[in-house]
Structure formats: structure tokens, C-alpha cells
């Protein structure tokens, strides 16, 4: 794949060859079925830009080691899966209601067999009643700003910063974060690689 070349070039590490197979063979035999990815991005080009667009997160901000990240509405484990398979010390909570969707990201977690990775079937309002917290939250996907920050907030301590994975242009869906005074909007950067064309937008969100 391609992509474990531009890895190392623009983000400097290697990716592990065992564990990149196993997540793409797993996303190709049942991505088209359980609805995880539209038909053209089932296929190891379509992986490749779902994958390398996750990781770009880390050419912005690298979290610290062991810090623990909680993933909303985890889907086909984009970005979750991948930062956990770039970063392995990281520890990751993955919250998927949809059951089917749950079941591919168990079996996933099951296959890759990687401590610090936890696969829940739970509502985020649910969830939320646990009363536990994450150094960090992310979403790819997941709505407009004001639904992610509205989400991301009960799990959130006063160190930590949620990120969410936009499109290009989302300045629209910043003024109405309005709405929840104990959330502050830090930014938005736009990523993208120095040779390859993939690249995301990211909002940064801090709790006061």
C-alpha cells in the first residue's frame, strides 16, 4: 500500500504491516454490508484515504503518551482505529450504538488483539451516566459542531480538548457553540500532506 510511504515520509513513523492488513481485509469484507463506507472507498484506494485522512490528526497536535481518548460514534473505527494502530500506547474507549457497526469494531478489536483499545455499545447520553471522563474526544462525522460539543462535554475534564474531523469550510456551525457557555472554541486548522492530495479540517474545543 501506498499509504505506508507517505506515512513515513510526512508524519515520520512506520506503520505496522500485521496490523494495517488485518483492519483492511476486515473493512473489505464487510464495509459494503454493514453500510460502513460508501461502495468506491471499499477497496484498498479507498482505504487508503479514510486511513491516511484519520492519522493526519497526529501532523496537528501529538497527544501525550498514554493519554486516554474516548471515540464518538466510531463507525468503521475512522480515525479511532487508526490512531490507536500508529499510536499504540494511546488507550481508547470506542462508543457505538448500531449494533452491526458494534459487532465489526468487536471483531476488529478481538483481531488486532492491542491493549488499550475498548469497543462499548452504548449511547453517548448513556454512557454519560458513568461519570467518566478522557483526556481526549473525537468525532469524525458526527454533525454539526454544536451536536459534537454538546455530546463531547460530559466527558470532558478541565484539561481536556475535543477535535472534530470537518470538511473543509464548517465557519458556519462555529456560532452556534454559542449555546453551551461552558465550551470554548480554540480554532480550526486545516491539515493536509506536503505530496499526497488528502486532507481535513479540524475544530478544537476546550471545557471552562
Known sequence: ME??????SELG?????REMEV???????HGKQLGLAS??????????KLFLES????????????????????????P???LKIARFDLNFTLLEPNHKRFLFLEKLERV????????????AEDFAKEGRTFDFVTARAFGQLDK?????????????????????DFSREVSALKKFPKVVFLGAKEVKFKKAKYQIGLAFLKKV
Not at 499509504?3 to 513515513?8: C, D, S
Not at 486516554?68 to 475512522?78: M, P, Q
Open 39 to 48: 461502495s468506491s472507498s471499499i477497496s484498498e484506494k479507498g482505504f487508503e
Open 3 to 8: 499509504l505506508f510511504k507517505i506515512a513515513k
Open 23 to 29: 483492519y483492511f481485509s476486515l473493512f473489505r469484507e
Open 80 to 82: 479511532a482505529v487508526c
Open 13 to 17: 513513523f512506520s506503520l505496522p504491516k
Open 148 to 168: 459534537f460539543a454538546k455530546t463531547a462535554l460530559p466527558f470532558m475534564h478541565l484539561n481536556s480538548l475535543a477535535v472534530a474531523v470537518k470538511g473543509s
Open 55 to 78: 492519522v493526519l490528526i497526529l501532523k496537528e497536535f501529538s497527544p501525550p503518551q498514554g493519554a486516554t481518548v474516548l471515540d464518538l460514534g466510531s463507525g468503521a473505527g475512522f
Open 112 to 123: 488486532l488483539g492491542l491493549p488499550g483499545l475498548e469497543v462499548l455499545e452504548k449511547r
